[in-house]
């Protein structure tokens, strides 16, 4: 060989090196194209509702010409509209999957048009829907570490800023989207809304007292929204942390002070010490209209209840007259003049957002077996109603006494292949408190496992910032594959996970 060709051979080989080992470090931190599967021997039906949820879930990505972004995720109700609490509920359990989903981008289409005054051919069916963008984008970006769309949120569209400050100025009957007219009204102590404005709409908040509330929403002007109020105080909480989370303290302050005074007034006005919850107010006299619903937890979910409250509040969750029994977190107290055993929308029905809520929140104050419990029993009640009921499905909302769909105020049943934000309960809470991965931090690379040693358990193909692991339980030996160390907590004892094999003994 001449030194000519020895040199471009010894070139040609040190590329094919090269080429190898870029091959095989993009193979070791490439991310999957699907969705995690979980492992869960002790009941597969779980598991067969769980890949449901996400078949279904993927029959919802749409695409629509002019949209800010498409394709996006449809919240399974109307192809024609979309909404701001589904979608932004909805992304709790699209994280998951963000690599293989429009998730978090979906919420231009709501920013866009409200913000930036953009024009989009969907309608936006209720722009004064709950505040939930900072809460949704924050548990967002701990799971995906996405600094550069959060200080593009922050910095250059102030989109969470501006959306905090739009909720209390938006003049009552305004337009957006061609959306229904907005409703919401600030006033020193509060929110006048309505429930389709709120989400629940047909709820019977807001009633005299002793006497049933009309079959459709009530609409009372006197009355106070305690989930307005909270919303806006758990939005200026999460823009605080996400300010936190990429290091300016100077704005984190400030948003910590205006959640603060939100806390202050809510703890003043809105708790009632003798039945230890929140209620709604009368604008007028100030006095709890006294109903208990899963909208008086976002304070809670807000963390703006002390222990003392806490204990008092799990307490309606564990009470089977209240909104426990066999199936908890009903829209109205099973004692109520209201409930309808048959559910009747948001008079007795069982909703998978607002019972997600109320476990995240109960969750925050170490009620981890309370959760769990909850967790188990509306994801079993949603596994009945599927091998059950025909068809075999994921329901808009469920029967508190039966395993069936609830049925609306006309009597019909709910809609079909939800998913939506039913989803929540055989993805978000089956990964969460099921089997117990209940804190995912891509910051810093951090997975705290609540684990109950029953049977095979575990998640393969968990992709949270740019790790992807597999973590299995079986016969008190874990087993975890990474591309990345991390740090797994398991039942609060600490284990150092390096890339590769790892198996622990417990």
Same mark, same amino acid.
């Given at each position: 060989?001449t030194?000519?060709n %020895?040199t471009y051979?010894?070139?040609?080989?040190?590329?094919?090196i090269?080429c190898s080992?870029?091959?095989k470090?993009s193979?070791?931190?490439?991310?999957?194209t699907?969705?995690?599967?979980?492992i869960?021997?002790p009941?597969?039906?779980?598991?067969e509702?769980?890949n449901k949820?996400w078949?279904?879930?993927?029959?919802h990505?749409?695409?629509s010409?002019?949209l800010?972004?498409?394709?996006y995720?449809?919240?399974?109700f109307?192809?024609?509209t979309i909404?701001?609490?589904?979608?932004?509920f909805m992304?709790?359990f699209?994280?998951?999957a963000?690599?293989?989903f429009?998730?978090?981008?979906?919420l231009?289409?709501?920013?866009?048009p409200?913000?930036?005054?953009?024009?989009?051919?969907?309608?936006i069916?209720?722009p004064?829907?709950?505040?939930?963008?900072?809460?949704?984008?924050?548990?967002f970006?701990? %799971?995906?570490?996405?600094?550069?769309?959060?200080?593009?949120?922050?910095?250059?569209k102030?989109?969470?800023?501006?959306h905090?400050?739009?909720?209390?100025t938006?003049?009552?009957?305004t337009?957006?989207?061609?959306?229904?007219?907005?409703?919401?009204?600030?006033e020193?102590?509060?929110?006048?809304?309505e429930?389709?404005?709120?989400g629940?709409?047909? *709820?019977p908040r807001g009633?005299?007292?002793?006497?049933?509330a009309?079959?459709?929403?009530p609409n009372?002007?006197?009355?106070?929204?305690?989930?307005? /109020?909270?919303q806006? =105080?758990?939005?200026?909480?999460?823009?605080?942390k996400?300010?936190?989370?990429?290091g300016d303290?100077?704005?984190?302050n /400030?948003?910590?002070?205006?959640?603060n005074a939100?806390?202050?007034?809510?703890?003043?006005l809105?708790?009632d010490?003798?039945?230890g919850?929140y209620?709604?107010?009368?604008r007028?006299?100030?006095k709890?209209?006294?109903?208990?619903?899963?909208?008086?937890?976002?304070?809670?979910l807000?963390?703006?209840?002390?222990?003392?409250?806490?204990?008092?509040?799990?307490?309606?969750?564990?009470n089977?007259?209240?909104l426990?029994?066999?199936?908890?977190w009903?829209?109205?107290?099973r004692?109520?003049?209201?409930?309808?055993?048959k =559910?009747?929308?948001?008079?007795?029905?069982?909703w998978?957002?607002?019972a997600y809520?109320?476990?995240?929140?109960i969750q925050?104050?170490?009620y981890?077996?309370?959760?769990?419990?909850n967790?188990l029993? /509306?994801i079993?009640?949603?596994?009945?109603?599927?091998?059950?009921?025909?068809?075999?499905?994921i329901?808009?909302?469920?029967?508190?006494?039966e395993?069936?769909?609830?049925?609306?105020i006309?009597?019909d /049943?709910?809609?079909p292949? %939800?998913?939506?934000?039913?989803?929540l309960?055989?993805?978000s809470?089956?990964?969460?408190?099921v089997i117990?991965?209940?804190?995912?931090?891509?910051q810093n690379? *951090?997975v705290k496992?609540?684990?109950?040693?029953?049977?095979?358990?575990?998640?393969?193909?968990?992709v %949270?910032?740019?790790v992807v692991t597999?973590?299995?339980?079986?016969?008190?030996?874990v087993?975890?594959? *990474?591309?990345q160390?991390?740090?797994? *907590?398991?039942n609060n004892?600490?284990?150092?996970i390096n890339?590769?094999?790892n198996?622990?003994?417990?």
């Amino acid at each position: 060989m001449t030194k000519k060709n %020895f040199t471009y051979a010894f070139i040609a080989s040190m590329l094919l090196i090269a080429c190898s080992k870029k091959v095989k470090n993009s193979e070791a931190t490439s991310k999957p194209t699907n969705h995690p599967t979980i492992i869960y021997s002790p009941n597969q039906d779980y598991v067969e509702l769980y890949n449901k949820a996400w078949e279904i879930a993927k029959e919802h990505v749409k695409s629509s010409d002019g949209l800010v972004q498409s394709p996006y995720i449809d919240e399974a109700f109307d192809e024609s509209t979309i909404w701001i609490w589904d979608t932004a509920f909805m992304l709790h359990f699209f994280k998951y999957a963000s690599f293989d989903f429009p998730a978090i981008e979906s919420l231009n289409n709501f920013y866009a048009p409200i913000h930036d005054n953009t024009e989009i051919p969907l309608r936006i069916e209720i722009p004064d829907n709950p505040p939930l963008f900072a809460w949704t984008e924050h548990d967002f970006y701990k %799971f995906s570490n996405d600094t550069k769309h959060v200080k593009k949120l922050l910095y250059k569209k102030e989109y969470l800023q501006k959306h905090f400050e739009w909720f209390d100025t938006v003049p009552k009957g305004t337009v957006i989207a061609n959306s229904a007219k907005t409703w919401l009204k600030k006033e020193p102590n509060g929110y006048q809304w309505e429930g389709g404005r709120s989400g629940m709409d047909n *709820t019977p908040r807001g009633r005299e007292k002793g006497k049933s509330a009309k079959k459709n929403r009530p609409n009372n002007p006197d009355m106070l929204w305690i989930d307005a /109020i909270a919303q806006q =105080g758990l939005s200026a909480l999460n823009i605080s942390k996400l300010f936190t989370s990429i290091g300016d303290t100077i704005q984190a302050n /400030i948003w910590k002070s205006k959640y603060n005074a939100i806390k202050q007034k809510i703890n003043t006005l809105y708790w009632d010490e003798e039945d230890g919850i929140y209620y709604d107010l009368n604008r007028k006299t100030l006095k709890p209209m006294k109903l208990i619903t899963p909208a008086s937890y976002w304070p809670m979910l807000a963390e703006m209840c002390d222990s003392v409250q806490a204990k008092k509040m799990v307490e309606h969750i564990k009470n089977p007259e209240a909104l426990g029994g066999d199936v908890p977190w009903t829209t109205v107290p099973r004692n109520d003049i209201d409930f309808d055993p048959k =559910g009747g929308y948001w008079r007795g029905s069982i909703w998978i957002p607002t019972a997600y809520m109320g476990i995240k929140a109960i969750q925050k104050y170490g009620y981890f077996g309370l959760a769990r419990n909850n967790a188990l029993s /509306i994801i079993d009640h949603m596994s009945k109603t599927y091998r059950q009921y025909k068809p075999h499905t994921i329901w808009e909302c469920y029967s508190p006494t039966e395993p069936k769909p609830a049925l609306t105020i006309h009597g019909d /049943i709910v809609r079909p292949d %939800f998913c939506g934000w039913s989803a929540l309960g055989p993805i978000s809470l089956m990964i969460e408190n099921v089997i117990g991965f209940y804190d995912i931090n891509a910051q810093n690379k *951090t997975v705290k496992w609540n684990l109950h040693k029953e049977g095979i358990q575990g998640i393969k193909n968990l992709v %949270f910032g740019n790790v992807v692991t597999d973590i299995i339980y079986e016969n008190d030996v874990v087993k975890v594959k *990474t591309n990345q160390k991390f740090i797994l *907590t398991i039942n609060n004892v600490d284990y150092t996970i390096n890339e590769g094999i790892n198996k622990l003994g417990l």
